[in-house]
Each structure stands twice: as C-alpha cells, then as structure tokens.
Nanobody
Framework: LQVMESGGGLVQPGGSLTLSCAAP????????VGWFRQAPGKGREGVSC????????DYADSVKGRFTISRDNAKNTVYLQMSSLKPEDTAIYSCALEKGAIVPTLDPGLYDHWGQGTQVTVSS
C-alpha cells in the first residue's frame, strides 16, 4: 500500500496551501486518515485527522480555525486546507492511514501506513 502526499511548497505568512493525500488502488474512505508534521529539531505532531466512512474529524489546538480536513470520495483523496499560515507551521507534512477507524485519532502510533511527506515552508 503506497501513500502519497502532494501540494507542499513555499508560501508567505498569512497565505494558504492545500495538501492532498492519495493511496492508489485503495478505497480511502475505508481508512481513517491523519495528517502529521515534523519541524526540524522537533518531534512529530498530529495536525488533523478524519475518520473512516463517518468523516468525524479532529484538529490540534494549534491549527483549529485555520486548517480544514476533507474527503473527496470520487477522487479517492483526502485534503488538508491550510490558511492563515504562520512561520511556525513550517514542517514536513505526512499523511497516514489506519484501516477501519471510525473515530480518528491524532496518535501517530495507531496508524499503519505512511507517506514520505511533503515540505511546507512559511516564510517571507
């Protein structure tokens, strides 16, 4: 099972960016999907997650009101829309899958399949 992220890049503070998570050959709505980030010198942080089928979601306090997670089942893709970006949002963002989890979690230890990550840099 291959997990792929895309959409990272360089953005100015206050700007927006949308990340995508896909897994070819996998029916993604059967999985909970989590977005995690890791900044240089820091540990992995759970950012947002969405449950399998039910689409319940959760967010880290640091991104509530700024980030939105969503699914497009027709495109078999999960998105992370990021707005009002801050320099402290700079990190490598990875998505991960947990099969069948209706209630999602920001605990990375519960996810089974991980992508390589995409770099997000917020800088003027």
């Amino acid at each position: 099972l291959q997990v792929m992220e895309s959409g990272g890049g360089l953005v100015q503070p206050g700007g927006s960016l949308t990340l995508s998570c896909a897994a070819p050959g996998v029916t993604l709505d059967r999985y909970a999907v989590g977005w995690f980030r890791q900044a240089p010198g820091k540990g992995r942080e759970g950012v947002s997650c969405i449950g399998a089928s039910d689409d319940r979601s959760d967010y880290a306090d640091s991104v509530k009101g700024r980030f939105t997670i969503s699914r497009d089942n027709a495109k078999n893709t999960v998105y992370l829309q990021m707005s009002s970006l801050k320099p402290e949002d700079t990190a490598i963002y990875s998505c991960a899958l947990e099969k069948g989890a209706i209630v999602p979690t920001l605990d990375p230890g519960l996810y089974d399949h991980w992508g390589q990550g995409t770099q997000v840099t917020v800088s003027s």
